[in-house]
């Protein structure tokens, strides 16, 4: 921007942004702990380009760059008040508990359904989650989507977490199986919170977890189980790299669209 005024509208990758930054919290979303984490990021990248391109920003300039691009609180509460709403509204059918008999109406590749079942044992056992998880319609949806590819990479994959104790072809089982849960719940929350936000899911940061295993060797903010002495993070509390990311992005669309001066 030319450093008059807010930008008045969200950017798609700023929206997307918002609903992961709600993804595994409880809380509403607040709007000023929203604009903080925006300018936080911002203005991280603002620096970032003012030494790569040796743009003619002082620290006082560069602070005033940053507050002419980041929404205002209520460009933000605009967009958030309708998804807290959504929030506490009752549960779409496909988020709903899934057991065979939903496969009348949600129907599956038959191939599927014995790794489902496995995955879904694996959830409601307390040997590695420290509590039983149910899983829910979409998620199996996206079990089946999901669980060939994580396979295959895991497959492929040569940096595998070595969990004491469980080493050798169980630990390899049991990473599979959590890598599957944790993927699948990922994009399902990430569709659901989507929805609610009425905006289309974008799962490119996700995809990329997936492809380098992220998802599981990433630390995450709370821990859910554990394998020997390997703590299992929830998926969740992963999503500072996908937030930094969309951003990123979401600057970019900005500087594109308001060129500063001297840029």
Known sequence: MNGKGRPEKLTEDLKQWIVTHQQGRKKKLKATAIQADIRN???????????KRELPWNKALLQSEVDSWVPG???????????NEKLDA???????????????KY??????????LVVQDFALKQDVLKQPYLLSIRQVI????????????????ATLVDFKNKKGKGGRV????????????????????CELADIPFNSFTMDRMIANGSFLRIKGKTVIGNIGDTAITDTFGNFEDV?????????????????????
């Open 107 to 116: 129907a599956l590749p038959a191939e599927a359904i014995p790794i489902i």
């Open 243 to 263: 937030e930094k990311d969309l951003a990123n992005s979401a600057f970019e669309n900005l500087l594109k669209a308001n060129k500063p001066k001297g840029g």
């Open 73 to 83: 609180i209520s460009t933000i509460q605009k967009y958030i008040k309708p998804l």
């Open 41 to 51: 990021l911002i203005e991280a990248q603002l620096q970032k380009e003012n030494e």
């Open 142 to 157: 996206w079990i089946a989507r999901l669980y060939k590819t994580v396979d295959a990479i895991l497959d492929g994959d």
């Open 174 to 193: 049991i990473e599979k199986l959590l890598r599957i849960f944790l993927s699948s719940q990922a994009y399902a929350e990430g569709e659901r919170l």
């Open 90 to 104: 009752p549960p779409s059918e496909v988020d709903n508990p899934w057991h065979l008999g939903t496969l009348k």
